[in-house]
């Protein structure tokens, strides 16, 4: 069974601080996918992950991919409140050209 | 703004009945996904389309569920004799084929009361 698995599901943390979003999958794929969600909103891409030991940086967000451990990380740094959101990440399936999705990571960031 | 619409963004039903909702995608986009997304979990995949044709559909997809998308571009999804349990957020999305980034619309919120 195809699974896409993230920890932690919540988080909280004081601004400033820094913090990892693991996410774990269970088949192979050719790319993954990071997306925000502001509570009541759509989704919003942060980054597409294409290769073995892909790291795409955008501000204090910082998004990695390792195939060989079926792992992506989701990387904050010096965390600001205006980051508080729900942040999935999601496998693209080669076989039938379908997003599977991890629960999402909810972040607090408090001031 | 040229980005994925989609309408109504609110609807409230009365169980037994049905509801169609509308997606208009990035006009270049070949490719148009639906998806449904429940409080606190991730969106899960519902169908797709390239072009006009429907190309997967999930086992989630029940009879009651139908989707089309003539002519290739807006597409509409469709829940006949609605149960509670289809309340839920319905997310459109549209992307290239070579590119499969996906963009989404702002959903469809359905409350079956």
């Known amino acids: 069974e195809l699974k896409v698995e993230q920890n932690p599901l919540f988080l909280s943390m004081q601004e400033g601080k820094n913090y990892t979003i693991y996410c774990n999958y269970s088949?192979?794929?050719?790319?993954l996918y990071w997306y925000r969600q502001d509570p009541g909103k759509s989704l919003e891409s942060l980054f597409v992950?294409?290769?073995n030991g892909a790291v795409k940086q955008e501000g204090r967000l910082m998004a990695s991919l390792d195939t060989k451990a079926r792992l992506s990380t989701l990387h904050i740094t010096a965390a600001v409140h205006d980051l508080s959101a729900t942040y999935f990440c999601?496998?693209?399936?080669?076989?039938?050209?379908?997003?599977?999705w991890g629960a999402g990571t909810k972040l607090i960031i408090k001031p | 703004d040229t980005g994925v619409s989609q309408n109504p963004r609110h609807k409230i039903t009365k169980r037994g009945q049905n509801v169609t909702f509308r997606c208009d995608p990035i006009?270049?986009?070949?490719?148009l996904y639906w998806y449904r997304q429940t409080l606190g979990q991730g969106p899960e995949f519902l169908t797709y389309?390239?072009?006009?044709?429907?190309?997967?559909k999930s086992r989630l997809l029940s009879d009651r569920f139908s989707a089309e998308r003539p002519k290739g571009s807006f597409s509409t999804l469709e829940i006949q004799r609605t149960e509670q349990g289809d309340s839920a957020m319905y997310l459109c999305?549209?992307?290239?084929?070579?590119?499969?980034?996906?963009?989404f619309g702002p959903g469809t919120r359905l409350t079956v009361t």
């Open positions: 999305a549209s992307s290239f084929v070579s590119n499969y980034e996906q963009y």
């Open positions: 006009s270049e986009h070949n490719r």
């Open positions: 389309f390239q072009n006009e044709a429907q190309l997967e």
């Open positions: 088949t192979t794929s050719d790319r």
């Open positions: 992950l294409l290769s």
């Open positions: 999601a496998l693209w399936t080669l076989n039938n050209y379908q997003l599977i």
